[in-house]
């Protein structure tokens, strides 16, 4: 499901590769094998429908009925908050087990420990096999679909890594492609605009940073007569404050107006948290789409690139999807040029912004955002702007959904939190890139990128 959907010259990848076994003649073998992606052009999931679409069964150790491994019988204790009930011993050790999976013919709690010799195979010592669910849709086609129940991780791991993943619509969507083997289909409403405005917060006012805040970035929107630009505080677990928003009136398209001295000094400007204590901007990402390229990359020039540091001012580009979020290009200047996911950047925020408030001292969902009181009405219209459009695709077989600005609304608040929220992407991207590097020339395990 990786692969393209079009070579470069044209074709169908898959089908060039197929075409490639016809020498063979009724010698040949065919196998597809694919961690499922997105639903809408997923290229396995058709295949693996088209044939016996056989499942794993194992042997319940109470009846001995033969069931699947599904997430939805996957069951745990629970604290008073709803999480999984954790039980430790003085020196923090985990003694309890709180996961287990239900049988779904008996309703035993299998644990971990009688995982896998449930799962030994008829002829090998057990009763477990694979059985077909239905009829090929022709002769000889057999077809496998597995979980990550069936891996070494234990149902403990699986549980609290979608407790830990299920507030984050970007970890979420790995979660049910690569845990879950099955493909991911979005799903969203537009958050309405009164009522972020109702849940505006009175305790501190613009330009202020809370104390929690551990991330600045910046987004900006270029326009020929104004740069519109947005200051973003976010913490580790992306909970965030739109601290302030706001535009300069210039030639903008002019690389010496006094519009460009203006937002450079917003860029080098000191911020102090609410406490008092330094914290600097750490990244700016700005528009270079069209005719604003050439200028924004000469701004970008009047601070000097590194290798070895994660704080900067960027350029960027929008496209439809990029894997994982955002992507280091070359360009024309020392900086990199930065590849921003239009759509996952701004499903995120419309996740987001549609987590409710929590109750009195509990925390607040990873991602939530907030607001002071000072922002007019406008700034919530264009934040929500855009529309929520299901799109069929080329085989009419599945909808895809997108947020789109086809009514060409005023959309700026939006636009330049999505590039805020790259510029933490990128940055979290960027620490893990120059932490391996270290760890590689040390001859350590290179360490997979988190929020953690």
């Known amino acids: 499901d990786k692969y393209p959907l079009q070579l470069a010259n044209g074709g169908d990848p898959v089908a060039k590769i197929r075409r490639r076994t016809e020498s063979f003649g009724i010698l040949k073998k065919e196998v597809a094998v694919s961690t499922p992606k997105r639903k809408v052009n997923s290229v396995i999931e058709p295949w693996c429908e088209s044939g016996d679409m056989s499942f794993y069964h194992v042997e319940c150790p109470e009846c001995g009925k033969l069931h699947k491994f599904e997430f939805s019988n996957l069951k745990w204790d629970k604290d008073e908050k709803g999480k999984i009930l954790l039980e430790y011993d003085k020196e923090n050790n985990l003694i309890n087990d709180p996961v287990w999976h239900e049988c779904p013919h008996c309703s035993y709690h299998m644990h971990n420990h009688e995982k896998y010799k449930a799962m030994q195979e008829e002829g090998f010592g057990g009763r477990s096999k694979w059985i077909p669910t239905k009829k090929p849709d022709r002769p000889g086609i057999k077809s496998y679909r597995v979980n990550?129940?069936?891996?070494?991780?234990?149902?403990?791991?699986?549980?609290?890594?979608?407790?830990?993943?299920?507030?984050?619509?970007?970890?979420?969507?790995?979660?049910?492609?690569?845990?879950?083997?099955?493909?991911?289909?979005?799903?969203?409403?537009?958050?309405?605009?009164?009522?972020?405005?109702?849940?505006?917060?009175?305790?501190?006012?613009?330009?202020?940073?809370?104390?929690?805040?551990?991330?600045?970035?910046?987004?900006?929107?270029?326009?020929?007569?104004?740069?519109?630009?947005?200051?973003?505080?976010?913490?580790?677990?992306?909970?965030?404050?739109?601290?302030?928003?706001?535009?300069?009136?210039?030639?903008?398209?002019?690389?010496?107006?006094?519009?460009?001295?203006?937002?450079?000094?917003?860029?080098?400007?000191?911020?102090?948290?609410?406490?008092?204590?330094?914290?600097?901007?750490?990244?700016?990402?700005?528009?270079?789409?069209?005719?604003?390229?050439?200028?924004?990359?000469?701004?970008?020039?009047?601070?000097?690139?590194?290798?070895?540091?994660?704080?900067?001012?960027?350029?960027?580009?929008?496209?439809?999807?990029?894997?994982?979020?955002?992507?280091?290009?070359?360009?024309?200047?020392?900086?990199?040029?930065?590849?921003?996911?239009?759509?996952?950047?701004?499903?995120?925020?419309?996740?987001?912004?549609?987590?409710?408030?929590?109750?009195?001292?509990?925390?607040y969902p990873s991602g939530y955002v907030h607001f002071h009181s000072d922002y007019h009405s406008d700034y919530f219209k264009q934040l929500t702007a855009e529309e929520i459009e299901e799109i069929q695709n080329t085989k009419g077989t599945f909808t895809e959904t997108f947020i789109t600005n086809k009514a060409q609304r005023r959309n700026e608040a939006l636009d330049t939190f999505k590039m805020a929220l790259a510029g933490l992407y990128y940055m979290n991207v960027k620490y893990f890139k120059m932490l391996n590097k270290i760890r590689k020339t040390k001859k350590v395990k290179e360490i997979t990128p988190s929020w953690d």
């Open 148 to 363: 990550g129940f069936y891996g070494f991780r234990t149902f403990f791991e699986i549980a609290m890594e979608f407790q830990e993943v299920k507030d984050d619509i970007i970890k979420f969507e790995d979660f049910i492609c690569d845990t879950l083997g099955e493909t991911w289909s979005q799903k969203i409403d537009k958050p309405d605009e009164h009522y972020l405005q109702s849940r505006c917060e009175t305790d501190w006012e613009r330009g202020q940073i809370h104390d929690r805040v551990k991330v600045l970035s910046i987004g900006a929107d270029i326009h020929p007569d104004r740069i519109e630009y947005q200051l973003i505080g976010f913490t580790n677990r992306k909970e965030s404050w739109s601290i302030d928003y706001d535009a300069i009136a210039g030639d903008i398209y002019e690389p010496n107006d006094l519009a460009w001295d203006k937002f450079e000094d917003i860029l080098r400007a000191e911020y102090f948290k609410m406490d008092g204590s330094k914290i600097p901007l750490h990244i700016a990402i700005l528009d270079a789409q069209g005719k604003a390229s050439t200028v924004v990359k000469n701004f970008c020039n009047r601070f000097p690139h590194s290798d070895n540091s994660i704080n900067g001012v960027y350029p960027s580009l929008g496209k439809t999807n990029v894997p994982g979020v955002v992507k280091e290009v070359p360009s024309s200047i020392d900086t990199p040029e930065i590849l921003l996911s239009d759509q996952q950047l701004k499903f995120e925020i419309y996740n987001n912004l549609k987590k409710k408030k929590p109750s009195h001292g509990e925390k």
